[in-house]
Antibody, heavy 114, light 107 residues
Framework: DVHLVESGGGLVQPGGSLRLSCAAS????????MNWVRQAPGKGLEWLSY????????YYADSVQGRFTISRDNAKNSLYLQMNSLRAEDTAVYYC???????WGQGTLVTVSS | DIQLTQSPSTLSASVGDRVTITCRAS??????LAWYQQKPGKAPKLLIS???SLESGVPSRFSGSGSGTEFTLTISSLQPDDFATYYC?????????FGQGTKVEIK
């Protein structure tokens, strides 16, 4: 079975940093592109970032360009999201999503507040 | 960037009703549209990809249609488990936009 498990969320002050991780299992991780998607409390889904299997291609949403960095370690079957200069509006549940959309993690909550 | 607009935002329906949700794209996306179902506190679940391809294990009462800029998700006979929020998504190119969601409520 495919499993995606996010971790690293928590409470952080505005301007702070956080690194999210997503541990993948049950499939050949290096073959699949991956995405990060978030959902603010009571709001809809927002795509954030994409990374190809070999990390050759990376995209970001305008809302996080220059502040967030996506990366992966295929040897560790792990996806990462480094989040810097965090703002209150970054408060959300963050999901890692396989490129086919059929597999999502359970999400990790990031709260940006003083 | 492509924008997706869903309608309605909220839909009140009864068990057994036929329900249709519409998703309009700001430009043609051919057939590259997915539909997701999300229940409170849970991750979204993929129902349909490529506009009309039902994912394995998804009940046949769900169906999708459309191409170009207009797409629909139809639930032929609403069941209690179907009360949830539904999102469309363009899945051919990046950015990877989602519609704003349609909440299906009990009437």
């Amino acid at each position: 079975d495919v499993h995606l498990v996010e971790s690293g969320g928590g409470l952080v002050q505005p301007g702070g940093s956080l690194r999210l991780s997503c541990a993948a299992s049950g499939f050949t991780f290096s073959v699949y592109s991956m995405n990060w998607v978030r959902q603010a409390p009571g709001k809809g889904l927002e795509w954030l970032s994409y990374i190809s299997g070999a990390s050759a291609t990376i995209y970001y949403a305008d809302s996080v360009q220059g502040r967030f960095t996506i990366s992966r370690d295929n040897a560790k079957n792990s996806l990462y999201l480094q989040m810097n200069s965090l703002r209150a509006e970054d408060t959300a549940v963050y999901y890692c999503v396989r490129v086919d959309g059929g597999h999502w993690g359970q999400g990790t909550l990031v709260t940006v507040s003083s | 960037d492509i924008q997706l607009t869903q309608s309605p935002s909220t839909l009140s329906a009864s068990v057994g009703d036929r329900v249709t949700i519409t998703c309009r794209a700001s430009q043609s996306i051919s057939g590259w549209l997915a539909w997701y179902q999300q229940k409170p506190g849970k991750a979204p679940k993929l129902l349909i990809s490529k506009a009309s391809s039902l994912e394995s294990g998804v009940p046949s009462r769900f169906s999708g249609s459309g191409s170009g800029t207009e797409f629909t998700l139809t639930i032929s006979s609403l069941q209690p488990d179907d009360f949830a929020t539904y999102y469309c998504q363009q899945h051919n190119s990046y950015p990877w936009p989602f519609g704003q969601g349609t909440k299906v409520e009990i009437k």
